[in-house]
């Protein structure tokens, strides 16, 4: 296992368009989370899921973002209608929710960075 | 989450420790202190992360004080690729919420 995995590593695309983003996470963790960065800033949370669930989403997921993890295995976040205000790097992370309840260092991927010309 | 504050930037000399202060004065008693950094064009990577107590890895060291309130990362010997932004982060459990971070070159 060579950690996660994120595909495409760059993207772009025109105005409008739809695109969609895969990410791999280590096999045997169960929290999925995607975060989106733009330049200069920490990432921001967009949402997380457990196995296959998705538990939370935050205010900036607009409805034109949709994310699935339909096996509990890979996610993809899919963006409808793109924006230039979309252009940004979008990152995978995953972790462990063990049975004692704790969490702990989440591993991300390399991004995929996005430009909407 | 706890908020947390940082330096912008600091620089350090090559093979020299490199100590990254944090401030959390309103940490609540169930969130851990996490360090993560990021070097460019990568995602951010996991250092080391604490509750109370002080924690040492083969990266780094994380010095908290007794009340909490405010936390030191130590790189003990300072590399060129330790160059990066560093992000001190408070948390329960499950979500991560980054702020600016501190922007670190080690120069040689």
Do not use: N, V
């Given at each position: 296992d060579t950690g996660v995995s994120q595909n495409p590593r760059h993207k772009i695309t025109k105005r409008g368009q739809n695109v969609t983003f895969r990410c791999d996470p280590i096999?045997?963790?169960n929290r999925l989370y995607w975060y989106r960065q733009t330049l200069g800033q920490g990432p921001e949370f967009l949402t997380y899921f457990q196995n296959e669930a998705q538990l939370e989403k935050s205010?900036?997921?607009?409805?034109?973002f949709s994310a699935e993890r339909p096996k509990g295995s890979f996610s993809t976040l899919e963006i409808q209608r793109?924006?230039?205000?979309?252009?940004a790097m979008y990152l995978c992370a995953s972790s462990i929710l063990r049975n004692n309840g704790k969490s702990h260092g989440y591993t991300f991927g390399s991004g995929t960075r996005l430009t909407v010309v | 989450d706890a908020k947390t504050t940082q330096p912008t930037s600091m620089d350090c000399a090559e093979g020299r420790a490199a100590n990254l202060p944090c401030n959390h004065?309103?940490?609540?008693?169930n969130e851990y202190v996490y360090w993560y950094r990021q070097i460019h064009s990568q995602g951010p990577q996991y250092i080391i992360h604490g509750l109370k107590n002080n924690e040492t890895n083969e990266m780094a060291s994380l010095i908290i004080t007794e009340d909490r309130k405010s936390s030191t990362l130590i790189l003990p010997h300072a590399t060129l690729r330790d160059t990066a932004v560093y992000y001190c982060i408070v948390r329960p459990f499950y979500k991560l919420s980054f702020g600016a971070g501190t922007t670190v070159t080690v120069r040689a």
């Open positions: 096999s045997e963790h205010r900036l997921l607009s409805d034109r793109t924006e230039q205000g979309d252009s | 004065s309103t940490i609540s008693g």
